[in-house]
């Protein structure tokens, strides 16, 4: 019934820039904290970025801050990834999760926090 759908993952030269997104149904996506987190192969699946249920906060990996910035919106239940500056190292598949949240303003940023998880989506950054 809760599903996470991703989407616009693709090749990408480096230093090229990327919009993947989420698109949510069976839930009310307001009520919802999102992430996304990311695995390259032979890697550990790793936070990239996370924001709060109404989208007052949001949180970034160190990695990432100044290149990726996230956003929602809540009248389309969406969740937006945009990717600027990419790197060879950014290349991964990138998952959408989600978890109902009683706290507006939490934002979450480990995977044991999360129960509802896309399928994702392929990012290749080409060097």
């Known amino acids: 019934q809760v599903q996470l759908v991703e989407s616009g993952g693709g090749l990408v030269q480096t230093g090229g820039s990327l919009r993947i997104s989420c698109a949510a149904s069976?839930?009310?996506?307001?009520?919802?904290?999102m992430g996304w987190f990311r695995q390259a192969p032979g890697k550990e699946r790793e936070f990239v970025a996370a924001i709060s249920a109404l989208g007052l906060k949001s949180s970034l990996a160190d990695s990432m801050k100044g290149r990726f910035t996230i956003s929602r919106d809540n009248t389309k239940n969406t969740v937006l990834l945009q990717m600027n500056s990419l790197k060879s190292e950014d290349t991964a598949v990138y998952y959408c999760?989600?978890?109902?949240?009683?706290?507006?303003?939490?934002?979450?940023?480990?995977?044991?926090?999360?129960?509802?998880w896309g399928q994702g989506t392929q990012v290749t950054v080409s060097s």
């Open positions: 999760a989600a978890k109902l949240v009683l706290n507006s303003w939490v934002v979450l940023t480990t995977i044991r926090d999360y129960d509802v």
């Open positions: 069976g839930l009310t996506f307001s009520t919802y904290a």
